[in-house]
């Protein structure tokens, strides 16, 4: 019989004992043309890609996935590094997520989690 500490360590060395913080925010779109993000990969017009404000970007958090939800609808894409004009809880998201979305601003309000 497994007893909890156990399957606590077993849960952590298999991975599936993730803690996951859902935040809320605005979303402003950001356009970028083969240039490097500040996780050091190009970012084409094609690349889904969040950046968070300085105030919750931290350099461990780079490439890490993202589940971003607005109208109902979810998708999954990765951090790019900092938004130097994001504050707080507020991102930016690359234009093709804004396509994906079908988004007819350049602002939305977005919840997102990792």
Do not use: H, R, W
């Not at 298999?14 to 803690?19: K, P, Q």
């Amino acid at each position: 019989m497994f007893s909890f500490k156990k399957l606590l360590v077993l849960g952590s060395l298999l991975g599936v004992a993730t803690a996951q913080s859902n935040y809320e925010g605005t979303a402003i779109e950001v356009f970028f043309d083969n240039a490097p993000g500040g996780c050091g990969f190009n970012i084409g017009p094609n690349t889904l890609v969040l950046f968070l404000s300085e105030d919750m970007f931290a350099e461990n958090l780079c490439n890490k996935t993202v589940a971003v939800e607005y109208d109902s609808q979810v998708q999954t894409i990765k951090i790019g590094g900092p938004c130097a004009t994001c504050s707080g809880t507020n991102v930016a998201l690359s234009e093709q997520v804004f396509s994906n979305f079908g988004a007819q601003s350049e602002e939305i309000d977005v919840v997102y989690t990792f």
